[in-house]
Nanobody, 115 residues
Framework: QVQLVESGGGLVQAGGSLRLSCAAS????????MGWYRQAPGKQRELVAA???????NYADSVKGRFTISRDNAKNTVYLQMNSLKPEDTAVYYC?????????WGQGTQVTVSS
């Protein structure tokens, strides 16, 4: 079992920045990948960014150049630095841990970007 706790969400004006954190209950060193997803009202959950155990990253086209995912294995934490935020980034952001044989989700954190 893995518990994931997200933090760092909130209300920000367009053009502003936020940093989301996802703290895992145990070592993330061997996890295949960790990622951030988001779900806006009335829309499907979508991948925002992911990072593998080897440090390879993948981003949704809509956030490339604005968001950066990183991981600190010593702190069992994954971060999502979000810059130049837009109103369309408004959503609940979820942390995901992919262990290949299992998949875990956090409870989500709300990000609201005002215009």
């Amino acid at each position: 079992q893995v518990q994931l706790v997200e933090s760092g969400g909130g209300l920000v004006q367009a053009g502003g920045s936020l940093r989301l954190s996802c703290a895992a209950s145990r070592s993330i060193f061997s996890f295949f990948a960790m990622g951030w997803y988001r779900q806006a009202p009335g829309k499907q959950r979508e991948l925002v960014a992911a990072i593998t155990s080897g440090g390879d990253t993948n981003y949704a086209d809509s956030v490339k150049g604005r968001f950066t995912i990183s991981r600190d294995n010593a702190k069992n934490t994954v971060y999502l630095q979000m810059n130049s935020l837009k109103p369309e980034d408004t959503a609940v952001y979820y942390c995901n841990a992919n262990l290949l044989v299992d998949d875990y989700w956090g409870q989500g954190t709300q990000v609201t970007v005002s215009s």
